[in-house]
């Protein structure tokens, strides 16, 4: 399913964010990667907030 690679995509970026949070060195470092890994996390919910709304749009039609 297309919608288990794109989640799968983003969980890679979380992870490969949550390595640089930890190897960061500054502080402004340490908001560069919590700012990417929001941006990811949110690109994920509205993706699987869309499929969701699809769903329900088929559903109750």
């Known amino acids: 399913m297309e919608l288990l690679k794109e989640i799968d995509t983003i969980i890679e970026e979380v992870k490969e964010e949550a390595g640089n949070l930890k190897a960061a060195e500054s502080p402004a470092e340490e908001v560069e ?3 990417e890994m929001l941006d990811a996390l949110m690109r994920g919910a509205r ?15």
């Open 33 to 35: 990667a919590l700012k």
């Open 47 to 61: 993706q699987v907030q869309e499929k969701i709304d699809q769903y329900n749009d088929r559903r109750y039609r």
